[in-house]
């Protein structure tokens, strides 16, 4: 029982205190539930779960579960040969033997398999998950004009061409 009150007495401090140092420009709480709007973001409380939402992304908290509702196109599949046009969104490929052509610029790109061939114009990060896989990009949005690169696998080969 003190764990609850101490934990319901620090949220109210917060909510009163927030708006007074010029973290929060609206604090509402309504039925128990809660609102807090600062600049651009607003978060919700109802019914237990929490909702958070930006000028770029909303995500939602159940409980422990977090889902970010963002742009991700997704390919899934062996031995297919694409072209996709991206302007800005995450990219995320499954499967095997896979030849894809991305244009555009991709925030964040992820490949899981083996032996794919990706070919990128514009990326911001990489992460290559599998074996023999051949990525080569052309530029990054990143200052150095570098993209972010993580792999793990073997004879996996990222190249900036």
Request: glycine share 8%; charged share 20%; hydrophobic share 35%.
């Amino acid at each position: 029982m003190k764990n609850k009150n101490l934990k319901k007495t620090t949220i109210l401090a917060a909510l009163v205190i927030l708006p007074f140092l010029g973290f929060a420009q609206e604090v509402k709480i309504e039925g128990g539930n809660v609102k807090v709007k600062t600049n651009g973001t607003v978060v919700k409380t109802k019914s237990g779960n929490v909702n958070v939402t930006t000028k770029a992304t909303t995500k939602t908290s159940v409980t422990s579960k977090t889902t970010t509702q963002s742009s991700i196109k997704k390919i899934v599949g062996n031995d297919l040969k694409q072209t996709i046009t991206c302007n800005g969104e995450n990219v995320v490929i499954m499967g095997n033997d896979n030849n894809i052509t991305v244009i555009g610029y991709v925030k964040s790109f992820k490949v899981t398999g083996n032996d794919n061939v990706i070919k990128l114009e514009k990326v911001m990060s990489l992460v290559v998950l599998g074996s023999d896989n051949n990525v080569v990009y052309k530029t990054s949005s990143n200052k150095n004009g570098l993209a972010i690169v993580s792999t793990t696998g073997s004879d996996n080969e990222i190249t900036k061409k």
